[in-house]
């Protein structure tokens, strides 16, 4: 099966960027859509932040982060990297990508069955 580990997590100032990556292992890694998801203290469900399909040439983002994110798939390097811009406020918040749903994108966290440990964001004002 598949597995995903994130990184690039850290704390930064409103207005800054920071770039996570999601460094995909084993099999399957490759055919499947990945889904960026973030969990906030508070909130029952994680999330949807923005996903890619298999090849990497679809992308869906969420209202909230439209304009200011941007997801991208090195299929060479296993890699699906989150460019995140313009942050605002916020945190701790716990990002996560998800694969193993098939190749099509998904923007409910059910559509993911393999899961990396998450790697944490504070934006402060």
């Known amino acids: 099966q598949a597995q995903l580990k994130e990184s690039g997590g850290g704390a930064v100032q409103a207005g800054d960027s920071l770039t996570l990556a999601c460094l995909g292992s084993?099999?399957?890694?490759?055919?499947?859509?990945i889904g960026w998801f973030r969990q906030t203290p508070g909130k029952q469900q994680p999330e949807f932040v923005a996903a890619t399909n298999w090849n990497g040439d679809i992308a869906d983002y969420a209202d909230s982060v439209k304009g200011r994110f941007t997801i991208s798939r090195d299929k060479a390097k296993n890699t699906v990297s989150l460019q995140m811009n313009s942050l605002e406020p916020g945190g701790p918040a716990g990002y996560s990508c998800?694969?193993?749903?098939?190749?099509?994108?998904?923007?409910?966290?059910?559509?993911?069955?393999?899961w990396g440990q998450g790697t944490q964001v504070t934006v402060s004002s």
């Open positions: 084993g099999y399957g890694f490759s055919a499947y859509a």
């Open positions: 998800g694969g193993g749903g098939g190749g099509h994108i998904a923007t409910f966290h059910m559509g993911y069955r393999y």
